[in-house]
């Protein structure tokens, strides 16, 4: 999506891409960072409920909500839509190259682009 805002001198100056790579930037790094701090969160989480409450539920319960904010943010970005194209950037129903893709499946849309007419493909 374009994104039309206004000058310095009350031009109007087409963004590009600029606001869907920031969202798409967000859901990565939002993925990434619940991805990294999976392990250290839960592991605390279940030692402080052992030493205060001498169990280990509030620790299962911990880690059961995180692998759905997981699933969730993973989704998020695997399911991404292409701002060129529309169609989802890094995969199509039977594959999916999740944040490793370099361009769009689609239309070859480089990530990061804000220019519509930089994929490799002619139309």
């Known amino acids: 999506m374009q994104v039309v805002t206004s000058g310095l001198n009350g031009t109007e100056v087409m ?5 869907d790579w920031k969202e798409y930037k967000r859901a990565r ?14 592991f605390g989480i279940g030692v ?17 909500l995180w692998m759905a904010m997981l699933l969730v943010s993973g989704t998020r970005v695997k399911l991404w ?3 060129n194209c529309g169609g ?10 999740g944040f490793l893709a370099l361009r769009c499946v689609h239309c070859g849309l480089p990530k ?7 994929s490799g493909v002619v139309h």
Do not use: Q
């Not at 990061?112 to 930089?118: A, I, L, M, V």
């Open 15 to 19: 963004n590009g891409f600029e606001e």
């Open 88 to 97: 989802w950037f890094s995969g199509t129903w039977w594959y999916n190259l």
């Open 112 to 118: 990061y682009s804000n220019n519509p007419h930089s």
């Open 81 to 83: 839509r292409c701002p």
């Open 29 to 42: 790094n939002t993925f990434l960072l619940l991805f990294v701090l999976y392990v250290p969160v839960c």
């Open 48 to 64: 402080a409920s052992t030493k205060l409450f001498h169990t280990l539920r509030p620790g299962f319960v911990a880690a059961f």
